[in-house]
């Protein structure tokens, strides 16, 4: 019970309402903390979602351009269906999240985490 005193003294608390003032300041002060926190999270999970994004596109864009200028795009297309899908998901996700002056820009990105 003495140390509790002495720390209210501390920290020239006096009364009850005044250490129900301060524990009310401490857990506003708690939660708007872990609302930051939370924001941060989420905006590290978003820009890691992007970065994800702009590296398939980058990545699988010759093998789309190729499909789209190929002769033979049925046969193209069977051989790269995977890359062509993953391309478009990628281009899909990235057409209403990001500028295409961006794409190319992945370390911008990674600055901003």
Do not use: C
């Amino acid at each position: 019970m003495a140390k509790t005193l002495n720390l209210m003294a501390i920290h020239q608390i006096n009364s009850r309402d005044e250490l129900y003032d301060a524990i009310g300041k401490g857990n506003l002060e708690l939660t708007n903390m872990a609302t930051n926190i939370k924001n941060i999270e989420s905006n590290i999970a978003s820009t890691s979602l992007k970065i994800k994004n702009i590296e398939t596109y980058n990545r699988l864009k010759p093998i789309y351009d190729a499909w789209q200028m190929s002769k033979d795009k049925e046969s193209f297309y069977k051989a790269h269906t995977d890359e062509i899908i993953l391309f478009e998901a990628s281009k899909k996700a990235l057409e209403d999240s990001i500028s295409q002056d961006l794409l190319v820009s992945v370390p911008v990105l990674k600055k901003r985490i």
